[in-house]
Protein backbone atom coordinates (compact mmCIF):
# COMPACT_ATOMS: atom_id res chain seq x y z
CA UNK A 1 0.00 0.00 0.00
CA UNK A 2 1.36 3.49 -1.18
CA UNK A 3 0.64 6.45 1.32
CA UNK A 4 1.69 9.88 0.39
CA UNK A 5 0.53 12.29 3.50
CA UNK A 6 0.42 15.94 3.02
CA UNK A 7 -0.43 19.23 4.58
CA UNK A 8 1.79 19.69 7.57
CA UNK A 9 3.42 22.55 8.56
CA UNK A 10 3.78 25.70 11.34
CA UNK A 11 0.67 27.19 12.85
CA UNK A 12 0.08 29.05 15.78
CA UNK A 13 -2.25 27.79 18.64
CA UNK A 14 -5.56 28.01 18.31
CA UNK A 15 -5.03 27.49 14.20
CA UNK A 16 -6.32 24.83 12.21
CA UNK A 17 -4.25 22.47 9.60
CA UNK A 18 -5.64 19.92 7.37
CA UNK A 19 -3.64 17.25 6.69
CA UNK A 20 -3.93 14.20 3.51
CA UNK A 21 -3.16 11.25 3.12
CA UNK A 22 -3.40 9.66 -0.77
CA UNK A 23 -3.30 6.50 -1.72
CA UNK A 24 -3.38 3.89 -4.96
CA UNK A 25 -3.94 0.72 -3.43
CA UNK A 26 -6.76 -0.88 -5.45
CA UNK A 27 -8.10 -2.65 -2.17
CA UNK A 28 -8.49 0.06 -0.03
CA UNK A 29 -12.09 -1.05 -0.03
CA UNK A 30 -11.21 -3.47 2.83
CA UNK A 31 -9.23 -1.25 4.69
CA UNK A 32 -9.19 1.31 7.59
CA UNK A 33 -6.60 3.93 7.68
CA UNK A 34 -5.73 6.66 10.47
CA UNK A 35 -3.06 9.06 11.80
CA UNK A 36 -0.52 8.54 13.40
CA UNK A 37 1.68 10.46 15.80
CA UNK A 38 4.82 10.79 17.41
CA UNK A 39 6.59 13.18 18.91
CA UNK A 40 10.12 13.07 20.60
CA UNK A 41 9.95 11.52 24.27
CA UNK A 42 6.76 10.78 23.80
CA UNK A 43 4.63 7.53 23.16
CA UNK A 44 3.22 7.75 19.80
CA UNK A 45 -0.72 7.41 19.15
CA UNK A 46 -3.46 6.67 16.76
CA UNK A 47 -5.07 10.51 16.84
CA UNK A 48 -7.88 9.10 14.29
CA UNK A 49 -8.92 6.43 11.78
CA UNK A 50 -11.84 5.50 9.75
CA UNK A 51 -12.67 2.07 8.25
CA UNK A 52 -12.84 2.94 4.60
CA UNK A 53 -16.11 1.21 3.74
CA UNK A 54 -19.01 2.37 5.63
CA UNK A 55 -16.61 5.10 7.46
CA UNK A 56 -16.99 4.29 11.02
CA UNK A 57 -14.43 6.37 12.78
CA UNK A 58 -12.24 6.12 15.97
CA UNK A 59 -10.92 9.11 17.89
CA UNK A 60 -8.16 9.55 20.53
CA UNK A 61 -9.27 11.37 23.68
CA UNK A 62 -6.87 13.97 22.96
CA UNK A 63 -8.57 14.32 19.23
CA UNK A 64 -12.08 14.28 20.73
CA UNK A 65 -14.34 17.56 19.15
CA UNK A 66 -11.02 19.08 17.76
CA UNK A 67 -10.32 17.08 14.92
CA UNK A 68 -12.23 15.22 12.08
CA UNK A 69 -11.22 12.45 10.06
CA UNK A 70 -13.05 12.14 6.48
CA UNK A 71 -12.33 10.18 3.45
CA UNK A 72 -13.10 10.52 0.04
CA UNK A 73 -13.74 7.48 -1.98
CA UNK A 74 -13.50 8.90 -5.47
CA UNK A 75 -10.23 10.51 -4.76
CA UNK A 76 -8.57 7.54 -2.74
CA UNK A 77 -7.84 10.57 -0.23
CA UNK A 78 -7.94 10.10 3.50
CA UNK A 79 -7.93 13.34 5.42
CA UNK A 80 -7.83 14.68 9.05
CA UNK A 81 -8.73 18.56 9.82
CA UNK A 82 -7.42 19.73 13.07
CA UNK A 83 -8.62 22.40 14.66
CA UNK A 84 -7.73 24.39 18.32
CA UNK A 85 -4.51 23.49 17.63
CA UNK A 86 -2.12 23.72 20.81
CA UNK A 87 1.60 22.55 21.39
CA UNK A 88 1.02 19.43 22.32
CA UNK A 89 -0.45 18.42 19.20
CA UNK A 90 3.02 19.03 17.50
CA UNK A 91 4.29 15.75 16.52
CA UNK A 92 5.18 14.31 13.12
CA UNK A 93 1.88 13.00 11.42
CA UNK A 94 1.97 9.42 9.75
CA UNK A 95 -0.59 7.90 7.38
CA UNK A 96 -1.07 4.39 8.46
CA UNK A 97 -3.61 1.67 6.90
CA UNK A 98 -4.44 -2.10 7.52
CA UNK A 99 -6.14 -4.75 6.28
CA UNK A 100 -9.75 -6.11 8.39
CA UNK A 101 -9.04 -4.34 11.72
CA UNK A 102 -12.21 -4.43 13.50
CA UNK A 103 -13.44 -1.64 15.25
CA UNK A 104 -12.02 -2.08 18.94
CA UNK A 105 -8.55 -2.07 16.94
CA UNK A 106 -8.93 1.07 15.17
CA UNK A 107 -7.28 2.59 18.36
CA UNK A 108 -4.26 0.19 18.08
CA UNK A 109 -0.83 1.11 16.23
CA UNK A 110 0.05 -2.42 15.98
CA UNK A 111 -3.13 -2.78 13.83
CA UNK A 112 -1.94 -0.63 10.78
CA UNK A 113 0.59 -3.11 9.02
CA UNK A 114 1.25 0.09 6.62
CA UNK A 115 2.80 3.73 7.01
CA UNK A 116 3.69 6.12 5.11
CA UNK A 117 6.45 8.98 5.47
CA UNK A 118 5.38 11.51 7.97
CA UNK A 119 4.24 15.38 7.47
CA UNK A 120 6.03 18.01 10.55
CA UNK A 121 2.90 19.67 12.29
CA UNK A 122 4.59 21.99 14.73
CA UNK A 123 2.38 24.19 16.73
CA UNK A 124 4.00 27.42 18.55
CA UNK A 125 2.70 28.94 21.50
Known amino acids: VQLQASGGGLVQAGGSLRLSCATS????????MGWFRQAPGKEGEIVAAIRWSGGSVYYADSAKGRFTISRDKAKKTMYLQMTNLTPEDTAVYYC???????????????????RGQGTQVTVSS
Open 96 to 114: VAGDGIIMSSLGSRSAYKN
Open 25 to 32: DSTYNSYA
